[in-house]
Each structure stands twice: as structure tokens, then as C-alpha cells.
């Protein structure tokens, strides 16, 4: 990550400061469990779309959660990107060097009858360092979004709703994005998962930054060595979704990664 030494012990500590503090608005029980994990991805992509340029990113994250039935769970999750800066480049202005995305995000879970459970909570996406705003053109890339979702089996309906202009872009608050996503076992511990979303921008760039994305992933667990590979495709607009030299952030794509859970 290519960052100053200060800069960095700066991040780590409000990073941390942020996940305490959002552990903090929960009562953290004698059984409570804490995991963390590590990886890498050859593309990091969200909703479809490449946060990393198309290229490797590395991320990383620890989880709270109050028990396995259910209950207050709360975490921080980071992992390297570059668009931001891109999106400087492509026009023409210095748009901070934030190379580094941090989640952060605290809810609760439960079942609503057998076999139906929901998670509500809230997700703050934090650039740090990010300068997007010096351009009239745009907003802070840090967005707030809230969300619902229901799962039956292994089938789960999620609602993301923005509280704040997302990711940038002006007069975009309440956007929204809406998926549809399944977990199923297929042989000998492989897991198969499709997913679809829509993600809805809100705002002057609606027309070009609204779109579909699609993805078909399988992935296993070697003892806490998770593997996996997942091909992702979306039908955004390729002049809006793009990199400095010209590429497709949603193209089709391959996308591998491996993830060690401790």
C-alpha cells in the first residue's frame, strides 16, 4: 500500500478508534465471538464493478457477533482501491491519494419464524484520504447506507438504501441497491453461489450510472483456506464505468481469490 509511514499509523488508528467505538454501542456478552480474516482477489469488484482498476487488491477484516443464533454483531473490513484516484485523473484534478477503502458496519440478526431470518444494520464506506469533493463535479466518496435483508434457506433478499450522496456522486442520496443471492452446497464441500443486483444512482447521473450486474461463484474451505472463483458481468455504461486508459470496469471477468479465516 503505497502510503507514508505516518499516514498509515494515522489510518490504522482511526480505523481502529471507528470499530471500537461502533463495538461499543452493543452490550458484548461473555460468549461473544471475535474471527478475522485475510486475502487477496485478482479484481476487487462491488456490485459488479472494479474498485481496484482490474487489478489484485488485498484485503482484510475482523467480525464480532454476539452468538451463533443470532444477536448484535459489529465489524471493520478494508481493502486496497484505486478508482478514486482514477476518477481524478480522468478529470484532470488531484482527487487525494485514497488507496484504501475501510468498511465499517454494525447490525443485528434474527428469525422471524423456522427456517426465515433477517439482518438489519447500517455501512459506512470510508476512503481515507480522499479528495473527490475538490472537483465541483463531485461529492466525498465516504457513502452511509443502511439495510434489510431476508433469507430463506439459502436464499437471501437484501435492500440497500444510501443515506448520503454515494460514492461521489452529486444529488445522489437515496440511491439504492437491490440483490438476490443463493449459497448452495453441490459436492464434497463446494459451494455454489449466484447473485443479482440493480444498483439505482440517484441524481444527474442516473441514466448512466444505473445498471445490472450478475455473478456465478464457486469456492470451498480448506480448513479455513477458502478458495474460490467467480465470474461477474454487468450491463453498466461503459463511457461512465471506466479506467484512465480507457477500460471497462464491468467488464466480464474471472475473478480469483483466496481468504484465510482465523
Known amino acids: ?11 490504522i488508528k482511526k ?37 481496484s482498476r482490474l487489478d489484485p487488491a488485498v484485503q482484510g477484516g475482523a467480525d464480532w457477533v454476539q452468538g451463533a443464533d443470532g444477536g448484535f454483531y459489529a465489524g471493520i473490513w478494508g481493502s486496497t482501491i484505486r478508482w478514486i484516484k482514477d476518477t481524478g485523473r480522468i478529470n484532470g484534478y488531484d482527487a487525494g491519494n485514497a488507496r484504501v477503502e475501510v468498511d ?4 443485528y440478526k434474527g428469525s422471524l419464524a423456522q427456517g426465515l431470518g433477517y439482518d438489519v444494520g447500517v455501512l459506512q464506506y470510508w476512503y481515507p484520504r480522499n479528495k473527490l469533493d475538490r472537483n465541483p463535479a463531485f461529492e466525498k466518496a465516504d457513502t452511509t447506507e443502511v439495510y434489510g435483508a431476508l433469507s430463506f434457506g439459502p436464499v437471501t433478499a437484501k435492500y440497500s438504501h444510501a443515506l448520503t450522496d454515494t460514492f461521489g456522486n452529486p444529488d445522489s442520496k437515496n440511491s439504492h441497491y ?8 453441490i459436492v464434497d464441500g463446494w459451494t455454489l453461489v449466484p ?26 474451505d480448506f480448513s479455513g483456506f477458502v478458495v474460490s472463483a467467480t465470474a461477474v458481468g454487468t450491463n453498466a455504461d461503459k463511457s461512465f464505468y471506466v479506467t484512465p486508459s480507457g477500460k471497462f470496469t464491468g467488464k466480464t471477468a474471472l475473478v480469483v481469490g483466496v481468504k484465510y479465516n482465523f
Do not use: W
Not at 24 to 44: K, M
Not at 104 to 107: F, Q, T
Not at 213 to 220: A, T, V
Open 1 to 11: 500500500m503505497a502510503v507514508s509511514p505516518s499516514g498509515a499509523t494515522s489510518m
Open 195 to 220: 447473485h443479482v443486483g440493480y444498483q439505482k444512482l440517484k441524481g444527474p447521473s442516473d441514466d448512466l450510472g444505473s445498471y445490472t450486474d450478475y455473478s456465478l461463484g464457486l469456492s470451498k
Open 178 to 185: 437491490i440483490d438476490l443471492s443463493g449459497s448452495f452446497e
Open 15 to 51: 480505523a481502529l478508534l471507528a470499530a471500537a467505538t461502533l463495538a461499543s454501542l452493543v452490550a458484548v456478552p461473555a460468549r461473544a465471538d471475535v474471527s478475522f480474516n485475510v486475502g487477496a482477489v485478482t479484481d476487487y469488484r462491488y456490485r459488479g464493478i472494479s474498485q
Open 104 to 107: 465499517l458496519y454494525g447490525g
